[in-house]
Structures are given as C-alpha cells and as structure tokens.
C-alpha cells in the first residue's frame, strides 16, 4: 500500500516515511529539497535496508503531481510540504501563502482529478501536517481541538485557510477521508542518530539552538523571557519526540483507511516543559554545559502551550511514550555526530 509524503524528506516527513515503513506501507517521497538534503535519502535507505522511492519536483505544479498520482496510485497522501519559519512569514507573507495555501490547491486538485476519473479507485485519503499555531493564544492549558481558532502571523494564516479548506472539500465531496493533525512542538531524532532536524541557518527553535550551544557552535542561548505566570517563569510547551509524532501519522493513516471517518486530533505528549526544564534535561543527556543568558520575550511568544491530548487516544489509539529525557539523548546524538547537518 503506496503512501505518497508531499515533503517527505524534510524533517517530519523522513521520520514518517521510517515509521511507515515499518509499518509496512510502502512511502513514496514527493520533495524539492527546498528546505531538506538529498542525503536524507541514502540516510533512509540505510536505516530501512530497502530502496527509497522518490519523485522530486514541485507540490505547486498540478499536471506533474497528477502525473506522479497515476503512476504510483497511492491509497493515501500525507501533506507535509510547505514553509515553516513563522519570522520569515512575516516578512515574506507572499511565499507563505503561495507555496503553503498553493501548494495545498494543487495537491488537492490533482487528487480530485485522478480520483473523478477513477485512475486512482481508492476513496481520496488526506493527513494534513497542521499545528498548535491554530489556537493563537489559548484561554487556557491544556487546550481540546475545540478550542476557538485564530492567527498571529501568516504561517499561521496558511494553516487555518487549509484547515478550512479542507472542510470545504469534505462538503462538497464526502468521499474524502481527511485527518488534520494539530503538532505541538516536534523535537528529537531518530535514535540511530542517521536523521534528525537540519534547521539552515541560525535556528528559530529552542531545542535545536540548545543543541549547537551544547556542542560548541554558539556560545549562549537567549532565554526569551523569565517573567511569564509559569513556575519558573519561562514558556511552558508541549515537546513531543518526532519518533512519536510519526507514529501519529501511521495511526491516522491506519484509522482513515479501515473506518473511512475524517477526524482533527492534537498530536501532543498532554504535558507542558518550561525553557529551564529543557536546558536543565539536555546538559543532563549530553555532559555538556549549555550556557544561557535571560533575555526580552520574544513577540509573538505565548505563556503556556500544551495539549489535551485525549481525543488522538480515543480515536487513533495513539499516545505518546517517549520523554523529554529522551528526547534530548536522541537530539544529541544526531547532533553530535553530525555536527553540520546533512551538509558533511
Ligand atoms: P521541513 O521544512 O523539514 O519539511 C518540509 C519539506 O517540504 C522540505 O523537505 C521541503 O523541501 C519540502 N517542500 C517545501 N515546499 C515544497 C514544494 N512546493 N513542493 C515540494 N516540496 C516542498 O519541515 P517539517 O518540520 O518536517 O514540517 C513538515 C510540516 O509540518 C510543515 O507543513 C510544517 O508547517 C508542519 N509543522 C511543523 C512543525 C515543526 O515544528 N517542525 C510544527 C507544526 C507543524
Ligand atoms: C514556534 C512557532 C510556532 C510553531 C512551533 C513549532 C514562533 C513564534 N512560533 O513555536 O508557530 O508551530 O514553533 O515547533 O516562532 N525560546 C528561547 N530561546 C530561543 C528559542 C526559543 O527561550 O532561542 C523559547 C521560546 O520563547 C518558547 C520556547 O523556547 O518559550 C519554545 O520556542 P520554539 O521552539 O520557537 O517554539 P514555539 O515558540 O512554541
């Protein structure tokens, strides 16, 4: 059973395409490499000691996806590809909502196509990679799927649009199988240390930063803010390793295609971690000293962020297992033995 991953070599999406594997589908990676490296695909190949399918090219470019639909007739497709970085999306709003709002267009004409003309017999199967950015600033913690949406910035935007397509599609076709998955703070690596996060640049989020500080790239990490109503003050999130996150994407894949019900879940651990908290659990895990200084909140920057994290267990029979102990072991040992990313 092909599963197409439009973005499958970025950083979520190699870490799915393992846990499917695994799960005996057969993944098919739809990518650019806009923000991934092709050698991300050799890195899965040995982990899986199968070859990797890949089909590289452009999610926005409609014909050439319907093209890739036909020839691999996937029983279902995650939609992973898109841009993430919520500064930039402030500066360059366009690009956000052309390459995230587009791309998801494209997607979901070209599915409409093969599946109207019966190319592809299955009934069309969607995960759509959605995040807690929906919720804006929650009213409280933790936060259930039906709490009110908003956005406060044009990544978020893109999510919401998508999300609200997405229900616009089921309307009009309810056919469609769709489950939107709401990440909460992703981090870790795969524990064979072969793949992880390779954030270009100076990274935006804390536990990659955290992580070049213990391995000597960066001298100090920023403590944004020390004065927030939380225990010690700093942001509270809800850090989930990105093992268990894929193995969401398999149980929502799983739950789509034997019960044909479309579903929003939060993919969250249902616990909250402060700053201090991770730094404190990654010197812990690597031996390293991870030096910090407190600094301004940064805009934007909520107090508290975690999920309930209930409905993904009662529906998906997901939960996940992994803690934050680990998560920082599996982050350093990717980040120690490859201290340049995939770029060696
Ligand atoms: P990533 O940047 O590592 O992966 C995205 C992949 O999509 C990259 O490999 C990139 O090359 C590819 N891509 C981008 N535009 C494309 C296009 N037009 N056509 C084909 N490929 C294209 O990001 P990630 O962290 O793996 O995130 C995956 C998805 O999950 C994204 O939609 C992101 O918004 C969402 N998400 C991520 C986080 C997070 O913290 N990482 C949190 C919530 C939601
Ligand atoms: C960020 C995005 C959010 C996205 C999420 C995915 C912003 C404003 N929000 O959320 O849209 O869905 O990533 O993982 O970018 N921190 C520091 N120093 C740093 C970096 C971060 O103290 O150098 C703090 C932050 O203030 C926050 C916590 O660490 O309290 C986590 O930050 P980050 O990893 O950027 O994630 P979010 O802000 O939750």
Known sequence: MKI??????????????????QASFEPVILDTFANS????????ETITGQPVLLERGDVLDTPWVESV???????????????????ESVAQPLKYFHNNIGGAVS????????HADGTVPTAPTLVFSSSATVYGDPASVPITEDFPRSHTNPYGHSKLVIEDMLTAVRAANPAWRVGTLRYFNPVGAHPSGLIGE????????????????????????????NDYPTPDGTGVRDYI????????HVAALQALLNRGESFTVNLGTGRGNSVLEVIKAFEAASGCPVPYQFAPRRAGDVAQCYADAALAKELLGWQAHLTLDQMCADTWRWQSNNPMGYRM
């Open 4 to 21: 197409l991953l439009t973005g499958g070599a970025g950083y979520i999406g190699s870490h799915t395409f393992v846990a499917l594997r």
């Open 37 to 44: 490296h092709p050698a991300v695909v050799q890195r899965l």
């Open 69 to 87: 639909l036909r020839q691999h007739q996937p029983v279902g497709v995650v939609h992973f590809a898109g841009d993430k970085a919520v500064g």
């Open 107 to 114: 997607l979901l004409r070209a599915m409409t196509a093969v």
């Open 198 to 225: 390779d954030p270009a640049g100076i990274p935006n989020n804390l536990m990659p930063f955290v992580a070049q500080v213990a391995v000597g790239q960066r001298p100090c990490l920023s403590v944004y803010g």
């Open 241 to 248: 390793h990105v093992v268990d996150l894929a193995a969401g």
